[in-house]
Nanobody, 120 residues
Framework: VQLQASGGGLVQTGGSLRLSCAAS????????TGWFRQAPGKEREFVSA????????YYADSVKGRFTISRDNAKNTVYLQMNSLKPVDTAVYYC??????????????WGQGTQVTVSS
């Protein structure tokens, strides 16, 4: 599975962005998909994940209520709708596919990352 993340950009505090993670390969629907982020000088952290069917979703406490993850298996794409963005959300966002939820080591495939910058 190859993943391509897109949709990042520069937005003001309180603004919104929608990230997309497009996957190649017919088996995408067999994988849970997660979003992680890495801010400058910090370790990569879990943001959100969605199970294969989309029936269950998971969120880090820091984004709960502001971010929404969804997927369209017919389009081989997972989305991360980010609302009420804050400067602390500034990071490179990565999508990943695997069998896990919040643990990085449960994801086997990673996209290249997309930069999100939130200005104050």
């Amino acid at each position: 599975v190859q993943l391509q993340a897109s949709g990042g950009g520069l937005v003001q505090t309180g603004g919104s962005l929608r990230l997309s993670c497009a996957a190649s390969g017919r088996t995408f629907s067999m994988y849970s998909t997660g979003w992680f982020r890495q801010a400058p000088g910090k370790e990569r952290e879990f943001v959100s994940a969605i199970t294969r069917s989309g029936g269950s979703t998971y969120y880090a406490d820091s984004v709960k209520g502001r971010f929404t993850i969804s997927r369209d298996n017919a389009k081989n794409t997972v989305y991360l709708q980010m609302n009420s963005l804050k400067p602390v959300d500034t990071a490179v966002y990565y999508c990943a596919a695997g069998t896990g939820s919040w643990r990085e080591d449960e994801y086997d495939y990673w996209g290249q990352g997309t930069q999100v910058t939130v200005s104050s």
